[in-house]
């Protein structure tokens, strides 16, 4: 206990910013939903606080606290005094769970997700089957399977994971740059179509692109659950790896992994990093100038990350607007209740909060909505699945590949595949 104390007191220095304003309890998507102080930044500093001060006695009390929590940012980005809500909480989630220790459901996921990527490709088209028998289809591609989960719906499995497919150099014909794709696993094995369109779309568009051998996670689930050590593992394989390749650029299709590599990464890197790392939607915008060509869709809107780099958040709009005239604006911008290991760990928070959402998209008539971030649109689909609404969920470089090169679209698929 004592260690314990001291490791939470490390914290003094950051945990001391915050002016307890209470400027987060209107941010923060848990506060909403419960009105319960120790869901909001404020409640759960000052339990560290309680701890560190010698308030309370018994620290291991905290940790349910402190871990209910969606990671999502929206108190660090919005707090006046600049707290980094985001460090403070991982960190002292690490130090509680010293005490407390990790159950075994979360040990074995970290097991096979972590330590054993390659065994995780091996079980993919396990699970795809399993899914495929195993569930009732609900739409195309998503599932409700009959025991288990919750009952949620969920997005079906890769047969084969996108590294297996996609592992290796990707040579452009008349080569302008050359990048790494990090597709993270949801895209590896669940979404695995928006990282064969990437790569299609880099290539047409003279770009060179590099795909792993293995997907290896970004570590950001063994964080959230409190390992800190094997999240920075994870965080130093990854970027060893992105290095060793001759590229300039890695470009992810996550923002969770973007975040867990390189912004939060970089506190628990080892090493430094030269390589330009950025967002798809940003890299087509922002390096290759791309004005993706207009297409007569149906009611359009769009979902922003919480992890998205918020800078870019007119970037995105725009794509949308230049895709499709038909836009609407969700009024309904908070975040969407996904969070990782939260959805897995509290599913009934977690689609409260999505509910809202989804209620909007499906009373406006929305057909499609886009989101460049796979764990929401996993919650997405699941919220308006269960709204019973209509809309697609989308990740925009679907509809960017089929304006800007619609005419090869069929050609490219018998090339590839
Ligand atoms: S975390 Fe920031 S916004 Fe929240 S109470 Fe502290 S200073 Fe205010
Ligand atoms: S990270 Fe999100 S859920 Fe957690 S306290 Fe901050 S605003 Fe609330």
Not at 125 to 145: R, Y
Not at 302 to 322: E, G, R, V
Not at 331 to 352: A, P, V
């Amino acid at each position: 206990m004592e260690d314990l104390v001291k490791e939470l007191k490390e914290l003094e220095e950051l945990v001391i910013k915050c002016m307890k304003c209470g400027t987060c309890q209107a941010h923060c998507p848990l506060y909403k939903k419960d009105f319960f102080e120790q869901s909001v930044a404020r409640g759960k500093i000052s339990m560290i606080e309680s701890v560190y001060e010698g308030n309370l006695k018994d620290a291991s009390r905290i940790l349910k606290y402190i871990d209910y929590c969606l990671m999502c940012g929206r108190c660090k980005n919005n707090c006046p005094s600049g707290v980094k809500t985001d460090e403070i909480f991982l960190r002292a989630k690490s130090a509680l769970r010293k005490v407390e220790k990790l159950p075994s459901w979360g040990k074995f996921v970290l097991k096979i997700v972590m330590e054993k990527p390659e065994l995780l490709s091996r079980i993919s088209p396990l699970m795809h089957i399993g899914l495929k028998f195993g569930s009732k289809q609900v739409k195309d591609d998503v599932f409700k399977p009959l025991f288990g989960l919750y009952s949620r719906n969920v997005a079906s499995f890769a047969k084969k994971s996108f590294c297996d497919d996609y592992a290796g150099f990707h040579q452009a014909e008349n080569e302008k740059f050359c990048v790494i794709f990090y597709p993270g696993c949801a895209v590896n094995y669940m979404y695995k179509h928006w990282g064969e369109t990437i790569v299609k779309l880099l290539k047409k568009l003279n770009v060179s692109v590099y795909v792993p051998d293995v997907n290896k996670c970004c570590g950001i689930p063994a964080a959230t659950l409190g390992d800190m050590e094997l999240y920075a593992k994870m965080v130093d394989e990854n970027r060893r790896l992105f290095k060793s390749l001759d590229a300039g650029y890695v470009i992810t299709c996550c923002p969770t992994c973007s975040y867990g590599l390189f912004d939060m990464g970089e506190t628990v890197a080892h090493e430094t990093f030269d390589k330009k790392e950025m967002d798809i939607l940003v890299f087509l915008k922002e390096v290759i100038g791309l004005s993706p060509k207009q297409l007569t869709l149906e009611k359009t809107s769009l979902h922003i990350p919480c992890h998205y780099n918020h800078s870019k958040d007119a970037l995105l709009k725009n794509f949308i607007t230049d895709i499709s005239e038909n836009y609407y604006e969700l009024k309904d911008q908070s975040c969407c209740g996904f969070g990782g290991t939260f959805n897995l760990k509290n599913y009934d928070s977690s689609k409260n909060i999505v509910k809202n959402k989804t209620a909007e998209v499906r009373e406006e008539k929305v057909k499609k909505l886009f989101t460049p971030c796979p764990g929401c649109a996993m919650q997405l689909t699941d919220g308006i699945i269960r709204e019973g609404g209509e809309a697609d969920v989308l990740h925009p470089v679907e509809l960017i590949y089929r304006g800007l090169i619609d005419s090869d679209v069929s050609e490219d698929k018998t090339e590839e595949n």
